[in-house]
């Protein structure tokens, strides 16, 4: 069997020492996924944002904060695991200066200056030895099929997960799931759980050597 990293839920970027950025992942799906893998006999680490969702038990869980602790933590412990599932929906942009101190209000319109985060998938996705494999997820709104084929090449997946916004802090999902190549393998849909259980069996068939 194979042990298997999932990242899952947000991330939190600081403006000051009180407000940040984030978004509102829920960490279902992570947790869906992680049972569905250690239903499946599988090992398997969760490397979570702060979420309130509670993982299986048999799952080893490494709580972070901001999209960078994400990527650090999920590529050191990736070094040990056969492949990742990237469920999490990291913060894509923090500000450029985190205030020291709280921002207070002046009446006047308050201008913020974003820079990107580090992409944890992308990264795994890059680093991944020839025996290892990566998953990713993409949620989007628009050109759904299209953006999830850039995403899955960009990002060196082996599969790639399409959902939308609907999916967010949702007990449902209703997924597509694409190879390497860009065709569309299966749809699934029904609670998390369900999905998650498609996904892995999928997964299973296809990647775990």
């Not at 839920?9 to 600081?14: A, F, I, K, L, V």
């Not at 082996?158 to 997924?175: C, H, K, R, T, W």
């Amino acid at each position: 069997m194979a042990k298997i990293l999932i990242t899952s839920g947000p991330t939190r970027q600081y403006l000051d020492p009180v407000r940040y950025l984030t978004n509102a992942s829920s960490g279902r799906m992570g947790a869906a996924l992680a049972q569905a893998a250690l239903d499946l006999g599988h090992q398997v680490v969760v490397v979570s944002g702060p979420v309130s969702v509670t993982y299986p038990a048999a799952a080893e869980v490494i709580d972070v904060l901001t999209t960078q602790e994400m990527l650090e933590v999920a590529h050191g412990e990736f070094q040990q695991c056969d492949g990742a599932i990237g469920a999490a929906a990291p913060c894509d942009y923090q500000p450029q200066q985190v205030e020291t101190e709280k921002i207070s209000k002046t009446g006047k319109p308050l201008q913020l200056n974003l820079v990107e985060t580090p992409d944890v998938v992308a990264t795994l996705g890059e680093r991944k030895r020839s025996d290892q494999w990566v998953v990713g997820f993409a949620l989007e709104t628009q050109d759904r099929h299209f953006r999830a084929i850039v995403k899955l090449e960009k990002k060196h997946c082996d599969l790639m997960v399409s959902n939308g916004p609907e999916a967010i802090d949702s007990a449902e999902n209703q997924v597509d799931l694409i190879d390497a190549e860009g065709q569309l393998l299966e749809q699934i849909s029904g609670s998390k759980l369900d999905v998650a259980r498609g996904i892995l069996k999928v997964i299973d068939a296809r990647l775990i050597r």
